[in-house]
């Protein structure tokens, strides 16, 4: 936004664009600033997880507890969600977790880049989960496993007709699941930078400042819970894969 009386210029979805980490043409191949904070998000939990159970001591350190609290949690979330049987995938929801749970922190970081605002990100992760759990539904149970979309407890008139939009909601999955992160995660540091444009002018700076503390506490919220909505989100399906019955 532009004002030519000499007013602020500001564009709160240039921190979005990906750029080349050296320069030159954007490829598929090249290095950009979205792949160097997805590495260092990769690098963060293994360093977390690596030194945090590295002791194993009786009494935890604040590293290691921050480890067996993640591990905890996660493992009590696949238990409670898909049951005992899906114990089994749990190291694969836990680096889902994980890995958007940091990217998503280390995006709050000045100057940082959020990869997870980013729908080819998102969508990647998503459709991950997807063809994962139906893949693994099939396996599992067979042809049986599309009795997922036959109400059976439905009055048998109804039950095609709710067979064909259970069908249409499976297949949205992937969609929902990918732009719930994307769009919350985007719609956050576009606002706090909206703020932050407005920071500059004087008789409204403090307003600004408050309202970017606020923003900021709440992203880091948000940071959390999108990371476990899209974890609990996933259970959801696994258990869903795994005991297909309406």
Known sequence: MAEETGGLTFHPMDQFVVKPLFGGELNWYTPTNATLWMALAALAITALLVFGTRGRAIVPNRLQSIAELLYGMVRKMVEDVAGKDGLKYFPYVMTLFCFILFANFLALLPKSFSPTSHIAVTAVLAVMVFLGVTILG?????????????VSSAPL???PILAVIELISYFVRPVSHSIRLAGNIMAGHAVIKVFAAFAAIAAIAPISVVAITA????EVLVALIQAYVFAILTCVYLKDALHPAH
Do not use: I, P, S
Request: no cysteine; charged share 10%; proline share 0%.
């Open 157 to 159: 008139a109804l039950r």
């Open 215 to 218: 923003m900021y506490g709440l």
């Open 138 to 150: 099939f396996v599992k149970n067979g042809a049986h496993f599309l009795g997922l979309f036959w």
